[in-house]
Structures are given as C-alpha cells and as structure tokens.
C-alpha cells in the first residue's frame, strides 16, 4: 500500500496535465469506394502505443468513452447500419466501472458503411473515442474525417429532390426538438411563456450578437476584477502555509533549522541571519518554480476546460480521498528516501548559496508527507480558477507562509521559547484536514456530474455526505471518535480533547444539523456555494428561489421583445462557486427576487453545458483563430467573450431585447444595495 501511495504522490502535479499532453493513439481517416458502386466505407485505421488500449463501440452509458462516429455534415451521402470494430477485441471486466468492457490494443479499425445519394458528396464526420492505460485516461478525444468529391455511383432508389425534402425536414425536426428540450430544461411551464420559432427567426440576430465591449467599459470604468482574484488566491495560497507550518512535518525542523544556521555562523551574527534569511529565500523559489510550471503546463484556454472536464475532476475527487485517507493514517505519502539522502549529501559538500539552497530543497522533500496533500489541494484550486497566474501566485502565499518563520526565529531566537512544542495537536489538525479534503472531494465529483447532467450527486445527496462528513469531525474533535495515529500509548483511548478541540466539534456538530433541513428544500446559504443548484433536489419544499425562466440567448430575448421588457443576462456555471453564493445571498433578498421575476426577463447562460448544439457552429476569435463549437457551453462562452468582452463567472449584464447595454456589468459581490442600484439604472436606462 506505502508504494502505491508512494507512486500516487510521485505524479501528483504531473498527473493534473497528463490528459493534455499524453498522445498514445493516432488515427488516420480515408474513404474506400469501388467503381460502380453506390456504398462506400470510411475507415478510421488507429495505432495505439504499448501499454495503452481504445475502447470498442457499443458500450452503454455506464462504461467509458466508447467509439462513436458523428456527422458534422453528409451531403450527399448517407450512413449504412452503424460503426463497426475491426482487430483483435479483449474482452475484460473492469472493477472500476464494474462492468465487462472491450477494447483493442497495438492496432484498431472502425468503419462506417455510406450510402451515394447525388452525384457529389460532402463529408465531415468525428470518430470520438476513449483511451486509457493501467494509470490513468485520457479525456475524450476525436479523428477527424472531410472529404468531397464526386461520387462513383448514386443509389437509383433515391432521387435528389425528395432527398433534399427529407434533409430540410429533419433539419426543421432538429431545430423543433432543440427548442422544445431548451423549453422543457427551464423552471416550470407557468414561467415560461410560449416563444415560437417564428418570433425567434424575426429577430436582428446580427445586431443581438454585435460587440457591445466599448459600452460595457464605459459604464464599468476601470476594472479590478482580475487583480481581486489574484488577490484570493494569493491569501489563500498563505492560509495554507501557515496551515502546513504546524504540521508534525514541519513544526518540530523550524528549532533545529534556525539552530544550525546560528552555530553556522557563531564567530559572524550577520553571517548567520544573511543564510537564514536565503534560506527563507529559498523555500520561496523553490514552491514559486512549482506554481510556474503549473502555469506553464496549463494554458488560459485550457483552464475552462479543465475545470469541468468529467475525467479531470473525478481523478481530483480520487486524489483528495487518498490524502484524506493519508492524513487518517490508513498510509503515509512520502517521497522515497534516497531522494531526500541525496540532496542533503549534496548540501553537506557544498558551500555557500547553492548549499543553502539545497537544503531548502530537502526541506521540501521531508516535508512531503504533510504538504504534499495541502500542495495538491491548492493546486488543484488555483489551476481551474480560471486565471492563468492562479498557481504561481498561490504558491507564493503559501512559500511565504511558510518561509518567513523560519527567517523570524533566526533573526529572533528568543522568540523560540514563547512556541508552541510539538506535540499530538499537530496529529489533530492533520485528521482536521483529512476530513476537509473528504468534503472538497464532493465538491470536485459534482462538477463533473453537473457538467455532463449524469444526476448521479443531486443536491441531496451532497447533503447527506456533507452531514455525515463534518458530523463524525464533530465526534472526532469531542473525543468519541479515535483514529490509530491519536492512539500513541495505552490510555490515549480514554485521553480528553483539549478544550478548543470540543468546542470546534461542537461547531462542526452544529454545522451538520444546520444541513439537515436542507434535504427538505431549506436554502442552507452557508453551503450553496458547493452544493449543487436547487433544481436537482427531487424533494423541495422551498418556493422563494429565483431561476431563470430562460437558458437559451435568442429564445429569451424574442421573449423579452414580445413582453416589452428588458433583459438580465446571467453568464453562469455548473462547477462556479461564487456564481452559487450570490444566487443564496443576493438573488434571494425580497426586493433584488421582485425586480428579477417582474421587471426582466432573466436569462441564464451556462458556460459549461457539455450538451451538443444541434449543428456545430465556425465561429473566429478577436485573435483571428477559427474554432468550431459544439456544445452549448461553447455558445454561450463565445458570446460572452465575443459581445462583452469577459470569460469570468459571474457576470451580469443588462441588456434592451434588441441586445444593447443598459449599463455595465456587475460580477462577484455579496452588496445587495449594490446590485439594487446595478438592477435600477438598467431599468431607468430602458426607459428613456
């Protein structure tokens, strides 16, 4: 068990960009005609490296990624009976899914039989598949086939007429299920008043996607959102060090550290501070080089992605339950020895800055065992917090938190008698944690389950973790619940918690019982941030909530026109926590629910749908790049960046039904006055 920790704990950081940067399996496309004849075959020939395997089609729901091919465009042709699997197939049960998959190793083929039914063809399809090894998998991934040209031969029994009838009628039958689904997914029918696809396509769609960037700055002025961010995460990235510094890993070096450097240097007291504090230096660049690689590794494109990509936040869920697990004591993580030994010869045989800072370096290996779980937390926090410089400026909080003592008790040595001693505290506070990370673990499953609507962690259920979690913390911190690190010698069974100790079980306990009416429908706006949104919980006594009667940019607003009213647009999220804090502690003040339901038309646009449009849409960036969407996220993410200018969440915005700013936009602040104020000028700005 100590190696498999060992070996989870080696790739923790590694692990966050595997699903992006691993390329095990390449495709290569190509179409097989005969002449004469009017059915083809598209091929899809993969190559897949050792030790990996794809999985075959046909699957279920329940399994991984299967293979699926999608047509993006067929004219002229038609599909004949489905994708089929070519190779050598393994049939294997897999315990984690708990089910008997297939898949192929070395080599696969999928084909895709066609039917000719004009004499040119136009075809752009996608093989999905899914492909993983022993260790980890990789997201869904796509080959992509295009190819037009003329045809061999045309099946006799279709004339291009009635085709063209039956393709602009499933069209039609398409665009008819897209709207009514889009209808159906908001609150209840009584809110939502009937828009039929005429009113929509009499819309200036041109004008309701026009860049509106110029007038949003102009009413917003300076913006400081950005660096409001950095700040959080910087203050949080301190809250760890200093959480990490009383750790049984760290604590008990800080007198022996501050110790060497004073003996070091006894004949010279200037000496022995300028290496303390290059040590303390020291401890900061090596964690800040950490945040940059992250940094590095993860693009500002790709942080979206990731933070609600299915396979990236369950592989953070299983991870933040094994350094749950590890601070319970089940095992320890720890770097393997040799590595620490090495360094520290290193550092005894050298001289000057370079021994200094190898010696912070062996700080860092020792400590492992206690920062690593609080490193890997942060990072997985700062990486999908949506801003580039997120893991750097965290690790800077947290190098500092954890530096500066050492540096302090150097400089002041008798400031060492006055803290704290090692003790079995430290051991608490690790169980503390442990149960911390249990609970963020929730949170990271629930994105994923939101994201991709698997309904698998509605709101209740997350509750009822979230009860159970911080119920049997509260039994931990009064003493009714033991784990085998608190039981050092005979007695520690019986031993009484420290007077802090119970009354943070106390808290704890309290905290579970405020959840529990929760399960009935009660806001619980301490927890709403994290918990999924009201509309998955079955039960809900709750009638006081404010939900948009809109997900869908045009349908609202031909809603809006047709009422005279003007629009209040909600950019949101599934996985954005702050977007769930201001819906419990703004949206649901009395006047803020009045002026929402009566006076707007309130439409919510969730950046991270993963549901597909009915046809991907070519759109270009600002930067000139051209991208395909295809999901709604992907629409509703481009308008918000395309029209005003922003990728952040929250951010509102209102707007006249014709797609003009009304005033500027408001994001994360739990001010209702404010936001009052933000409601009325767009309504005084409509009506003149």
């Not at 396509?201 to 996607?209: I, N, P, T, V």
């Amino acid at each position: 068990m100590k190696k498999i920790a060992t070996l989870l704990t080696m790739v923790t950081v590694a692990l966050l960009a595997a699903a992006q940067l691993a390329n095990p399996v390449t495709f290569t496309s190509q179409l097989k005609t005969t002449d004469g004849s009017s059915e083809g075959e598209i091929v899809f020939t993969g190559k897949i490296d050792k030790g990996w395997h794809v999985y075959s089609t046909n699957l279920g729901d329940a399994g991984p990624t299967e293979a699926a091919i999608t047509f993006h465009k067929k004219d002229g042709v038609e599909p004949v009976g489905k994708l089929k699997a070519v190779g050598k197939e393994i049939s294997q049960f897999d315990e984690m899914f708990g089910a008997k998959l297939r898949y192929f190793e070395n080599n696969v083929q999928f084909v895709q039989k066609v039917k000719f039914t004009k004499p040119n063809y136009d075809i752009d399809a996608d093989l999905e598949y899914g492909a993983c090894n022993d260790q980890s998998c990789l997201p869904p991934s796509s080959a992509s086939f295009k190819k037009s040209g003329k045809s061999p031969a045309v099946d006799g029994n279709k004339d291009k007429e009635e085709q063209d009838k039956k393709d602009a009628e499933a069209l039609a039958k398409a665009k008819a299920d897209s709207l009514a689904a889009l209808a159906a997914a908001a609150d209840s029918a009584a809110l939502v008043p009937a828009v039929d696809s005429a009113a929509i396509a009499a819309l200036d769609h041109d004008a309701l996607w026009k860049p509106v960037v110029g007038d949003i700055q102009r009413f917003d002025g300076t913006d400081s959102s950005s660096s409001s961010s950095l700040w959080k995460i910087f203050l949080l990235g301190l809250l760890g060090g200093l959480i990490a510094l009383f750790t049984p890993c760290v604590w008990p070096i800080i007198p022996m550290t501050v110790s060497f450097f004073l003996k070091r240097a006894k004949n010279d007291k200037k000496k022995g501070i300028k290496d303390a504090i290059t040590y303390g230096i020291s401890i900061v660049v090596i964690y800040l080089l950490l945040g940059l690689i992250v940094t590095a590794i993860f693009g500002p494109s790709a942080l979206n992605a990731l933070s609600t990509n299915a396979v990236f936040n369950i592989f953070l869920c299983l991870l933040l339950v094994v350094f749950a697990l590890s601070f319970f004591g089940m095992f320890e993580i720890k770097l393997p020895s040799k590595w620490s030994n090495a360094v520290d010869n290193k550092a005894s045989n050298t001289s000057g800055l370079l021994s200094i800072f190898l010696m912070a370096f062996t700080l860092a290996l020792v400590s492992f065992s206690c920062t690593g779980p609080i490193i890997g937390f942060l990072l997985v926090d700062f990486a999908t917090s949506g801003n580039f410089w997120g893991p750097a400026i965290g690790m800077l909080g947290f190098a500092l938190a954890l530096a500066l003592p050492f540096t302090l008790f150097a400089l002041f040595p008798s400031w060492l008698k006055s803290a704290p001693k090692s003790g079995g505290w430290m051991n608490i506070l690790k169980v503390v944690l442990g149960f911390i990370e249990l609970a963020f673990a929730c949170k990271f499953f629930s994105v994923a389950d939101l994201a991709y609507g698997w309904h698998l962690m509605d709101r209740e259920v997350f509750l009822c973790l979230w009860i159970a979690i911080f119920g049997l913390l509260g039994l931990y911190l009064i003493g009714k619940l033991k784990f085998k690190s608190d039981i050092v010698e005979p007695g520690d069974e019986t031993k009484p918690m420290p007077v802090i100790c119970i009354m943070g079980g106390l808290v704890s306990i309290a905290f579970a019982i405020y959840m529990l009416p929760g399960l009935w429908g009660a806001p619980c706006k301490a927890v709403s941030a994290f918990a999924p949104p009201m509309n998955t919980q079955d039960f809900n006594l709750n009638t006081k909530e404010v939900r948009a009667a809109y997900t869908d940019y045009e349908q609202g607003m031909a809603a809006a026109a047709a009422a005279g009213k003007p629009v209040f647009l909600d950019f949101t999220g599934f996985g954005c926590v702050n977007c769930r804090k201001m819906e419990a502690a703004v949206w649901t003040d009395p006047s803020v629910a009045d002026k929402l339901n009566k006076d707007y038309v309130l439409i919510s646009l969730f950046v991270d749908d993963k549901r597909p449009l009915p046809e991907p849409i070519e759109v270009t960036e600002a930067t000139g790049e051209k991208r395909t969407l295809r999901t709604i996220g992907d629409k509703w993410s481009y308008l918000q960046r395309y029209k005003f200018g922003s990728n952040t969440q929250p951010f509102y915005v209102c707007v006249d039904p014709q797609g003009n700013a009304l005033s500027g936009s408001f994001s994360y602040k739990e001010d209702v006055p404010a936001f009052l104020d933000f409601l009325d000028g767009g309504l005084t700005k409509f009506k003149e």
